[in-house]
Nanobody, 122 residues
Framework: QVQLVESGGGLVQAGGSLRLSCAAS????????MGWFRQAPGKEREFVAAISRRADTTYYADSVKGRFTISRDNAKNTVYLQMNSLKPEDTAVYYCAARYRYITTMVDYDYWGQGTQVTVSS
């Protein structure tokens, strides 16, 4: 079992930055690939970014490539999402997710956090 708790969301103006954190507890954090997803009102949950267990592989959605950076600190059991040059269309609830051993861009993750709201004003 893995418990995930996101933090760092909030209200920011377009062009601003936020850093989301996801703290994990329970089973060995370094055994899990980690992902970030988001869901806007009335839309399906979509992939944002993912990072492998040893941080040697990362994936990004085209919509955030070059603006967002995913990273992890296995010593702190934490994964981060640095979001720069934010746009109003980035407004959504952002979810952290854990998948045993491997990462994917699909929503097929084993554990999910409760989400944190990110609102970007124009």
């Amino acid at each position: 079992q893995v418990q995930l708790v996101e933090s760092g969301g909030g209200l920011v103006q377009a062009g601003g930055s936020l850093r989301l954190s996801c703290a994990a507890s329970g089973s060995s954090f370094s055994s899990y690939g980690m992902g970030w997803f988001r869901q806007a009102p009335g839309k399906e949950r979509e992939f944002v970014a993912a990072i492998s267990r040893r941080a040697d592989t990362t994936y990004y959605a085209d919509s955030v490539k070059g603006r967002f950076t995913i990273s992890r600190d296995n010593a702190k059991n934490t994964v981060y999402l640095q979001m720069n040059s934010l746009k109003p269309e980035d407004t959504a609830v952002y979810y952290c997710a854990a998948r045993y051993r491997y990462i994917t861009t699909m929503v097929d993750y084993d554990y999910w956090g409760q989400g944190t709201q990110v609102t970007v004003s124009s």
